[in-house]
T-cell receptor, first 114, second 115 residues
Framework: GEDVEQSLFLSVREGDSSVINCTYT??????LYWYKQEPGAGLQLLTY?????DMKQDQRLTVLLNKKDKHLSLRIADTQTGDSAIYFC??????????????FGKGTKLSVKP | ETGVTQTPRHLVMGMTNKKSLKCEQH?????MYWYKQSAKKPLELMFV???????ENNSVPSRFSPECPNSSHLFLHLHTLQPEDSALYLC??????????????FGPGTRLLVL
Protein backbone atom coordinates (compact mmCIF):
# COMPACT_ATOMS: atom_id res chain seq x y z
CA GLY A 1 0.00 0.00 0.00
CA GLU A 2 0.87 3.65 0.04
CA ASP A 3 0.88 4.15 3.80
CA VAL A 4 3.65 4.18 6.36
CA GLU A 5 2.38 1.84 9.07
CA GLN A 6 2.96 1.98 12.81
CA SER A 7 1.28 0.52 15.86
CA LEU A 8 -0.80 3.21 17.54
CA PHE A 9 0.07 2.48 21.15
CA LEU A 10 2.94 1.08 23.25
CA SER A 11 3.12 0.89 27.03
CA VAL A 12 6.30 0.07 28.96
CA ARG A 13 7.60 0.33 32.50
CA GLU A 14 10.24 2.86 33.46
CA GLY A 15 13.72 1.37 33.02
CA ASP A 16 12.63 -1.15 30.39
CA SER A 17 13.51 -0.92 26.71
CA SER A 18 10.91 0.33 24.22
CA VAL A 19 10.81 -0.85 20.64
CA ILE A 20 8.66 1.05 18.16
CA ASN A 21 8.20 -0.55 14.76
CA CYS A 22 7.38 0.89 11.37
CA THR A 23 6.93 -0.42 7.86
CA TYR A 24 7.42 1.92 4.95
CA THR A 25 6.49 1.55 1.33
CA UNK A 26 9.06 2.90 -1.10
CA UNK A 27 12.25 0.89 -1.47
CA UNK A 28 13.89 3.89 -3.15
CA UNK A 29 13.36 6.14 -0.14
CA UNK A 30 16.70 7.72 0.69
CA UNK A 31 16.31 8.65 4.34
CA LEU A 32 14.09 7.35 7.12
CA TYR A 33 13.31 9.41 10.19
CA TRP A 34 12.01 9.23 13.70
CA TYR A 35 10.32 12.30 15.09
CA LYS A 36 9.01 12.81 18.63
CA GLN A 37 5.98 14.91 19.51
CA GLU A 38 5.28 15.81 23.13
CA PRO A 39 1.80 17.01 24.12
CA GLY A 40 1.01 20.44 22.71
CA ALA A 41 4.31 20.67 20.85
CA GLY A 42 5.58 20.37 17.31
CA LEU A 43 7.70 17.57 15.90
CA GLN A 44 11.23 17.17 17.20
CA LEU A 45 13.72 15.32 15.00
CA LEU A 46 15.11 12.43 17.03
CA THR A 47 17.29 10.61 14.55
CA TYR A 48 17.50 9.50 10.95
CA UNK A 49 19.15 6.74 9.00
CA UNK A 50 20.36 6.66 5.44
CA UNK A 51 18.92 3.82 3.39
CA UNK A 52 22.30 2.12 2.83
CA UNK A 53 22.80 1.62 6.59
CA ASP A 54 21.53 -1.24 8.74
CA MET A 55 21.89 0.33 12.14
CA LYS A 56 22.52 3.64 13.79
CA GLN A 57 23.09 4.22 17.49
CA ASP A 58 22.86 7.53 19.29
CA GLN A 59 23.08 7.35 23.08
CA ARG A 60 19.90 5.58 24.26
CA LEU A 61 18.47 5.36 20.75
CA THR A 62 19.13 2.53 18.31
CA VAL A 63 17.63 2.51 14.84
CA LEU A 64 17.50 -0.73 12.88
CA LEU A 65 16.70 -0.83 9.18
CA ASN A 66 15.73 -3.95 7.24
CA LYS A 67 15.59 -2.68 3.70
CA LYS A 68 14.51 -6.01 2.26
CA ASP A 69 11.36 -6.03 4.41
CA LYS A 70 11.05 -2.21 4.44
CA HIS A 71 11.01 -2.36 8.22
CA LEU A 72 12.34 0.31 10.53
CA SER A 73 12.52 0.18 14.31
CA LEU A 74 13.44 2.55 17.10
CA ARG A 75 14.74 1.11 20.35
CA ILE A 76 14.88 3.34 23.42
CA ALA A 77 17.04 1.89 26.17
CA ASP A 78 16.28 2.57 29.83
CA THR A 79 12.99 4.28 29.00
CA GLN A 80 12.12 7.23 31.23
CA THR A 81 8.82 8.94 31.98
CA GLY A 82 10.10 11.90 29.95
CA ASP A 83 10.11 9.64 26.90
CA SER A 84 6.31 9.52 26.96
CA ALA A 85 5.24 11.07 23.65
CA ILE A 86 4.06 10.21 20.17
CA TYR A 87 6.78 8.85 17.88
CA PHE A 88 6.42 9.30 14.14
CA CYS A 89 8.18 7.27 11.51
CA UNK A 90 8.70 9.03 8.17
CA UNK A 91 10.25 8.18 4.84
CA UNK A 92 11.73 10.59 2.34
CA UNK A 93 10.33 9.62 -1.06
CA UNK A 94 12.45 11.10 -3.78
CA UNK A 95 10.76 12.54 -6.82
CA UNK A 96 12.42 13.97 -9.90
CA UNK A 97 15.33 16.27 -9.18
CA UNK A 98 16.33 16.96 -5.62
CA UNK A 99 12.93 17.64 -4.06
CA UNK A 100 11.61 14.81 -1.92
CA UNK A 101 8.33 14.26 -0.09
CA UNK A 102 8.32 13.35 3.58
CA UNK A 103 5.62 10.74 4.24
CA PHE A 104 4.60 10.12 7.83
CA GLY A 105 2.99 7.28 9.70
CA LYS A 106 0.12 7.99 12.09
CA GLY A 107 2.43 7.86 15.10
CA THR A 108 2.91 5.50 18.06
CA LYS A 109 1.89 6.81 21.45
CA LEU A 110 4.44 5.63 24.01
CA SER A 111 3.27 5.57 27.61
CA VAL A 112 5.90 5.00 30.29
CA LYS A 113 4.64 3.81 33.66
CA PRO A 114 6.67 4.46 36.81
CA GLU B 1 14.82 25.40 20.24
CA THR B 2 14.34 24.15 16.70
CA GLY B 3 15.06 27.37 14.84
CA VAL B 4 11.55 27.40 13.41
CA THR B 5 9.01 29.63 15.11
CA GLN B 6 5.27 29.91 14.54
CA THR B 7 2.71 32.48 15.64
CA PRO B 8 0.15 32.44 17.00
CA ARG B 9 0.40 29.22 19.00
CA HIS B 10 -3.37 29.05 19.43
CA LEU B 11 -6.15 30.55 17.33
CA VAL B 12 -9.91 30.43 17.58
CA MET B 13 -11.85 31.82 14.66
CA GLY B 14 -15.35 31.88 13.28
CA MET B 15 -16.19 30.59 9.84
CA THR B 16 -16.49 34.12 8.43
CA ASN B 17 -13.18 35.40 9.81
CA LYS B 18 -9.93 36.00 7.96
CA LYS B 19 -6.71 35.24 9.77
CA SER B 20 -3.09 34.44 8.95
CA LEU B 21 -0.58 32.01 10.41
CA LYS B 22 3.06 33.00 10.40
CA CYS B 23 6.20 30.90 10.29
CA GLU B 24 9.81 32.04 10.45
CA GLN B 25 12.92 29.91 10.11
CA HIS B 26 16.35 30.95 11.41
CA UNK B 27 18.29 28.04 9.90
CA UNK B 28 19.27 29.51 6.54
CA UNK B 29 17.15 26.95 4.69
CA UNK B 30 15.76 27.41 1.21
CA UNK B 31 12.53 25.40 1.44
CA MET B 32 9.50 25.76 3.71
CA TYR B 33 6.42 23.62 4.20
CA TRP B 34 2.94 23.72 5.69
CA TYR B 35 1.50 20.52 7.16
CA LYS B 36 -1.89 19.81 8.69
CA GLN B 37 -2.11 17.41 11.63
CA SER B 38 -5.59 16.11 12.40
CA ALA B 39 -6.51 13.58 15.04
CA LYS B 40 -5.91 9.96 14.03
CA LYS B 41 -4.59 10.88 10.58
CA PRO B 42 -1.04 11.05 9.24
CA LEU B 43 0.47 14.45 8.73
CA GLU B 44 -0.75 15.91 5.47
CA LEU B 45 1.55 18.02 3.34
CA MET B 46 -0.34 21.13 2.24
CA PHE B 47 2.18 23.37 0.51
CA VAL B 48 5.85 23.39 -0.40
CA UNK B 49 7.93 26.43 -1.24
CA UNK B 50 11.38 25.71 -2.56
CA UNK B 51 13.62 28.64 -3.41
CA UNK B 52 10.59 30.88 -2.81
CA UNK B 53 8.54 29.21 -5.54
CA UNK B 54 5.54 27.05 -4.80
CA UNK B 55 6.42 23.52 -5.80
CA GLU B 56 3.14 21.74 -5.24
CA ASN B 57 -0.35 22.15 -3.93
CA ASN B 58 -1.81 18.87 -2.81
CA SER B 59 -5.39 19.70 -3.74
CA VAL B 60 -5.81 21.87 -0.67
CA PRO B 61 -9.07 23.90 -0.65
CA SER B 62 -8.73 27.46 -1.87
CA ARG B 63 -9.78 28.78 1.54
CA PHE B 64 -6.12 28.14 2.44
CA SER B 65 -3.73 30.50 0.68
CA PRO B 66 0.04 30.36 1.25
CA GLU B 67 2.49 33.19 0.83
CA CYS B 68 6.28 33.04 0.92
CA PRO B 69 7.74 36.56 0.64
CA ASN B 70 11.32 35.36 1.21
CA SER B 71 13.19 32.22 2.18
CA SER B 72 12.81 32.88 5.91
CA HIS B 73 9.11 33.64 6.15
CA LEU B 74 6.00 31.68 5.31
CA PHE B 75 2.36 32.60 5.83
CA LEU B 76 -0.88 30.68 5.60
CA HIS B 77 -3.86 32.94 4.98
CA LEU B 78 -7.18 31.55 6.14
CA HIS B 79 -10.66 32.65 5.09
CA THR B 80 -14.14 31.18 5.39
CA LEU B 81 -12.86 28.03 7.06
CA GLN B 82 -14.99 25.08 8.07
CA PRO B 83 -15.09 23.31 11.46
CA GLU B 84 -13.31 20.31 9.91
CA ASP B 85 -10.32 22.58 9.29
CA SER B 86 -9.67 22.60 13.04
CA ALA B 87 -6.26 21.00 13.47
CA LEU B 88 -2.63 21.63 14.37
CA TYR B 89 -0.84 23.41 11.53
CA LEU B 90 2.87 22.74 11.43
CA CYS B 91 5.51 24.62 9.54
CA UNK B 92 8.83 23.05 8.58
CA UNK B 93 11.96 24.06 6.72
CA UNK B 94 14.81 22.23 5.02
CA UNK B 95 17.77 22.73 2.74
CA UNK B 96 17.19 21.26 -0.71
CA UNK B 97 19.47 20.77 -3.70
CA UNK B 98 23.25 20.80 -4.01
CA UNK B 99 23.53 17.31 -2.56
CA UNK B 100 22.38 18.54 0.85
CA UNK B 101 20.47 16.28 3.18
CA UNK B 102 16.86 17.43 3.16
CA UNK B 103 15.97 16.87 6.79
CA UNK B 104 12.91 18.88 7.72
CA UNK B 105 12.86 20.80 10.97
CA PHE B 106 9.48 21.64 12.44
CA GLY B 107 8.04 24.52 14.38
CA PRO B 108 5.81 24.11 17.45
CA GLY B 109 2.61 24.47 15.44
CA THR B 110 -0.50 26.60 15.60
CA ARG B 111 -3.53 24.93 17.19
CA LEU B 112 -6.53 26.17 15.20
CA LEU B 113 -10.14 25.85 16.29
CA VAL B 114 -12.87 26.88 13.85
CA LEU B 115 -16.24 27.50 15.42
Amino acid sequence: GEDVEQSLFLSVREGDSSVINCTYTDSSSTYLYWYKQEPGAGLQLLTYIFSNMDMKQDQRLTVLLNKKDKHLSLRIADTQTGDSAIYFCAEMRVRGGSQGNLIFGKGTKLSVKP
Amino acid sequence: ETGVTQTPRHLVMGMTNKKSLKCEQHLGHNAMYWYKQSAKKPLELMFVYSLEERVENNSVPSRFSPECPNSSHLFLHLHTLQPEDSALYLCASSQVGGGAHETQYFGPGTRLLVL
